[in-house]
């Protein structure tokens, strides 16, 4: 309700397989170029991202793209064919590194970069090769491509005016969340505080339409319509010097988001972690990051670069987590 809605489906949302088609090993570790574990690390937990690797692999994309130069879509599935098909245990980047000014302005091929922004970077890249050739699509028939249909839900922002109670509510796609751990100790209570009302006063009044002037009012978000995989940033940067949180938050091997909804009623909605992403290092300007995904045959491994080694569940869930990969 409240919500606009799409003119067009530009992916049908029954034809995303949450399961793996084939099981098998895990695929390659990637060769570090010089300062690209930021980059590594988000195509190993992309590749291992069952609903997106399905799609890639099925070659759908490429026998139907006709664009001319630079396509996310294109070196994705390429990169995710090379990694899970062939028999090499350590497979270069290349196309991704030669190509990353496509990808973001702020990446350059020899200097460091967060994991987070290049998440963020691919996912939009993919999102507007989904869209080539699209562009008298409407806004909401945006949110059905491919990549929305897999990583994209909507947050609904509810604003109540304190003074007369009137309440307007909005709602935004995100392909991602991130959260304040500055408190929060696991996960869970992390998102609680996410979907806490929030005083906006002083500086931060609305002009309310009902009252007619500046009043102190609540916000509160909440998730409105979930994703089939759900991406979280802990929000490891404490500040703008780059000081980095470097505390334990728990999170859990299955997590329910329905008491994060706006209707919390129902049945639970169940997500099972399946990658994750760390960073080592004591500030958030230096140090190095490596991933834990787990792989079709269902195991667990830790990914570093070129290794690729075989863990437990245990290992996984102690970790000083930076991202964290759900799927319903």
Wanted: charged fraction near 20%; include cysteine.
């Amino acid at each position: 309700e409240g919500m606009a809605l799409s003119q067009r489906i530009l992916f049908p949302p029954e034809e995303i397989c949450m399961d793996w088609q084939q099981r098998q090993r895990p695929g390659a570790g990637l060769c570090n170029l010089g300062s690209t574990c930021y980059i590594n690390v988000i195509l190993q937990c992309l590749t291992y991202t069952p609903p997106l690797a399905n799609y890639l692999l099925s070659r759908d994309h490429s026998q139907l793209c006709h664009r001319q130069g630079f396509c996310m879509m294109c070196i994705m599935e390429a990169h995710v064919r090379k990694v899970l098909r062939s028999s090499a245990n350590v497979i270069w980047p290349r196309a991704v590194v030669r190509d990353l000014k496509f990808i973001g302005e702020e990446f350059e091929p020899d200097m460091a970069g967060d994991a987070y922004e290049f998440l963020h970077c691919a996912l939009e890249a993919m999102q507007r090769a989904c869209l080539n050739g699209s562009s008298d699509v409407d806004i909401p028939s945006q949110k059905t491509t491919i990549i929305h249909q897999i990583f994209g839900g909507f947050l609904k922002s509810r604003v109540t005016c304190l003074r007369c109670q009137a309440v307007s509510d909005s709602y935004k796609a995100f392909l991602h969340v991130l959260l304040d751990i500055k408190a929060p100790s696991s996960l869970t209570k992390a998102l609680e505080n996410f979907v806490t009302p929030k005083n906006l006063d002083g500086k931060y009044c609305l002009k309310c339409s009902k009252c007619e002037k500046k009043v102190t009012a609540s916000k509160r978000l909440t998730v409105h319509c979930v994703p089939k995989v759900f991406t979280v940033c802990l929000e490891r940067a404490a500040d703008h010097t780059g000081r980095k949180i470097s505390k334990i938050v728990e999170y859990p091997e299955y997590l329910d988001l329905r008491p994060y909804m706006s209707d919390t009623a129902g049945e639970p909605l169940l997500y099972s972690l399946y990658a994750l992403v760390v960073h080592s290092g004591d500030t958030c300007l230096d140090g190095h990051f490596f991933c834990y995904t787990k792989a079709s045959n269902g195991q667990w491994y830790k990914m570093d670069d070129e290794s690729v080694d075989n863990c437990g569940i245990h290992a996984v869930l102690r970790q000083q987590a930076y991202l964290l990969f759900y799927a319903r």
